[in-house]
């Protein structure tokens, strides 16, 4: 917290955040904790770093929208291009998409957020309880999917040796460890439901 995080994470109030950039930071956070104190990713309490960003980005914005209209900050931050519009397809991630999502998991509503940052005090306590519910309900979900995971009974592999290598019979790809063997297989196990899923009507 006094070395790792800040030097990670300098300057994070300001970024377009996507899904992979998080679970990267997330792995590289467990790694720290794992290699500095010894904590697994099966420890109970061991906060996730969306939470953490999600808090400071909601902070900054906060603060943000408390300054005076003449400062560069502000301006900034409501400030639009008089030209120009978006391209079809998929955009680039915006600030303020980034700041609505971060509302909606906390179940803030977008549209009132300014009035609430009004007061500082208020923000900051209503911030906090809102990032602490986000995050004991991920490590619900967590523990859901790990005892859905646990529950599953084990799949019947098969292997497939051609002239003694493991090979898939799928796509003839050859393997030398019988785990990537297993990953392999159910890949395309996962395909083939996804393609059943969208023939059925």
């Not at 303020?96 to 179940?107: A, P, Q, S, T, Y």
């Not at 050859?174 to 969208?198: D, M, P, W």
Request: hydrophobic content about 35%; glycine content about 4%.
């Amino acid at each position: 917290m006094a070395i790792v995080l800040p030097n990670l994470l300098y300057s994070a109030e300001t970024w377009c955040l996507y899904r992979h950039h998080i679970r990267t930071l997330d792995r590289f956070h467990l790694k720290c904790l794992r290699s500095i104190m010894k904590i697994s990713w099966s420890d109970p309490n061991v906060g996730g770093i969306e939470s953490y960003l999600m808090r400071r980005q909601l902070r900054w914005c906060g603060h943000v929208s408390r300054m005076a209209e003449d400062r560069v900050a502000k301006r900034v931050f409501y400030s639009e291009l008089r030209e120009g519009k978006r391209k079809h397809g998929g955009q680039h991630l915006r600030y303020k998409d980034v700041l609505k999502r971060h509302l909606k998991r906390c179940e803030i509503e977008p549209s009132k957020w300014e009035d609430l940052a009004a007061q500082r005090p208020e923000w900051r306590h209503l911030v906090k309880t809102k990032i602490d519910n986000f995050e004991k309900r991920r490590l619900l979900e967590l523990d859901a999917k790990r005892d859905e995971l646990k529950a599953r009974p084990p799949a019947a592999i098969y292997y497939n040796y051609l002239n003694g290598v493991l090979t898939c019979p799928h796509c003839a790809r050859e393997f030398t460890a019988k785990i990537g063997y297993v990953s392999h297989i159910r890949a395309h196990e996962r395909r083939n439901l996804c393609r059943s899923r969208q023939r059925s009507p």
